[in-house]
């Protein structure tokens, strides 16, 4: 190939890939969310894993909403024995923290925060239960109903067994479902 011939096709070239460049440059608010999306969501399902702590997630998936109210809740959990751990108890992991899931049997500490200011003045209630093998709900620890001007209320309680728990706030009477959150808790699963 003689040396015009060349230099041509190189010029050409260069030319087809500035107009590509700049075409793409120019078009990103149609086509770049949609793919950033799509490569996150794959990047999230296929390469990371799956959030298990508090510190892992958004603040998001630690909320626990109704109509009128929302809290975010965040749980310590000591184990009662490095088997329900799964390893040794004197390590900085049993500073975890986590949301609605603990990795065994053993001591919970919940730690809610109360997201709205208007709710800080309302008697607010929490307890923890665990459901049965008929499907019903024993309680397990209660505090009573009374406001927390701070926003934060704690609860302690303990896990015996592995299975499904249910931690439920009620906002002033909880005449309405729109007046209770419920978040589901899961131990060991």
């Not at 630690?62 to 749980?75: E, M, N, P, Q």
């Not at 975890?96 to 001591?107: A, M, Q, S």
């Not at 003045?121 to 001007?149: C, M």
Request: with cysteine.
């Amino acid at each position: 190939m003689d040396p015009t011939r060349r230099l041509n096709l190189m010029l050409f070239a260069g030319i087809v890939a500035l107009v590509g460049v700049n075409g793409a440059v120019f078009s990103y608010g149609l086509w770049g969310p949609g793919l950033k999306q799509y490569a996150d969501d794959f990047w999230k399902a296929h390469v990371l894993k799956p959030a298990v702590k508090a510190g892992d997630r958004t603040i998001s998936e630690c909320l626990g909403v109704s109509d009128f109210y929302s809290a975010h809740i965040t749980t310590y959990f000591m184990p009662d024995s490095d088997e329900s751990w799964g390893g040794a108890t004197d390590d900085m992991s049993k500073y975890d923290e986590y949301c609605d899931r603990v990795p065994g049997t053993g001591k919970v500490i919940f730690a809610v925060t109360l997201m709205e200011k208007e709710a800080r003045n309302e008697a607010v209630a929490l307890s923890f239960h665990a459901y049965q093998p008929d499907g019903t709900l024993r309680q397990l620890a209660s505090l009573p109903p009374k406001p927390h001007g701070s926003g934060m209320l704690t609860l302690d309680s303990s896990v015996a067994h592995k299975g499904k728990y249910l931690l439920r706030l009620a906002f002033g009477e909880a005449k309405n479902k729109e007046d209770i959150i419920e978040m589901p808790i899961s131990a060991g699963q």
